[in-house]
């Protein structure tokens, strides 16, 4: 079992900049592909980005690239989403997730509680 804790987010005006923070316990995240999706009101939870266990590979949504940055710090047992030029359409709960298998569908086995993002114009 794996267990996702995500931390950082907040309310922040529009152009401003967040960075959220997973960390994990139960196991080691070395072996996992990890992902980052968030989820507006009345709408569906989408990837916002997502990296595969070695860190080589990235993914984000064409919404954020350039302004989003996924990391992993192995060591810690912890992932990172760096958000910068923050934008209301940025606004949801995003989660954490761990796989074993990189990808950008909602199936990944592990799941954190969420943290609100809110950016106000």
């Known amino acids: 079992q794996v267990q996702l804790v995500e931390s950082g987010g907040g309310l922040v005006q529009a152009g401003g900049s967040l960075r959220l923070s997973c960390a994990a316990s139960g196991r080691t995240l070395r072996n996992y592909a990890m992902g980052w999706f968030r989820q507006a009101p009345g709408k569906e939870r989408e990837c916002v980005a997502a990296?595969?266990?070695?860190?080589?590979?990235?993914y984000y949504a064409d919404t954020v690239k350039g302004r989003f940055t996924i990391s992993r710090g192995n060591v810690k047992n912890t992932v990172y989403l760096q958000m910068n030029s923050l934008k209301p359409d940025d606004t949801g709960v995003y989660y954490c997730?761990?796989?074993?298998?990189?990808?950008?569908?909602?199936?990944?086995?592990?799941w954190g509680q969420g943290t609100q993002v809110t950016v106000s114009s």
């Open positions: 997730a761990a796989d074993k298998i990189l990808g950008v569908t909602t199936e990944y086995d592990y």
């Open positions: 990296v595969s266990s070695t860190g080589g590979t990235t």
